[in-house]
Nanobody, 129 residues
């Protein structure tokens, strides 16, 4: 049973920084994507950043150069370092994971931000102007 638990959300002023963490357990796939998604009130959920088992990363255009996704040494913790936060970054942030079949390129698959199977409960990020 895969279990994802996010932490690190909070309230910051515009221009500030936050680091989100996601503790993953029960995940034993050798080929996978892990990622961060967000959903603001009244809006659809959108992909923010993904990373595959080799460390290849993909970012949404809106966060490139400001956010960094990474994994811990044992790959059971996912991070999202967020700098230069803007009010439009305000949203519930979710950690997610999916298995990547051997027939698919992990990097390409992760970059599509689709078909993630496992989700955390979310952590709120609020950025005030």
């Amino acid at each position: 049973q895969v279990h994802l638990v996010e932490s690190g959300g909070g309230s910051v002023q515009s221009g500030g920084s936050l680091t989100l963490s996601c503790a993953a357990s029960g995940y034993t796939y050798r080929r996978y994507c892990m990622g961060w998604f967000r959903q603001a009130p009244g809006q659809e959920r959108e992909g923010v950043a993904t990373i595959d088992q080799d460390g290849s990363t993909t970012y949404a255009d809106s966060v490139k150069g400001r956010f960094t996704i990474s994994q811990g040494d044992h790959k059971n913790t996912l991070y999202l370092k967020m700098n230069s936060l803007k009010p439009e970054d305000t949203a519930m942030y979710y950690c997610a994971a999916r298995y990547v079949p051997a027939s698919l390129s992990a990097g390409v698959t992760c970059g599509r931000f689709t078909n993630f199977e496992y989700w955390g409960q979310g952590t709120q990020v609020t950025v005030s102007s």
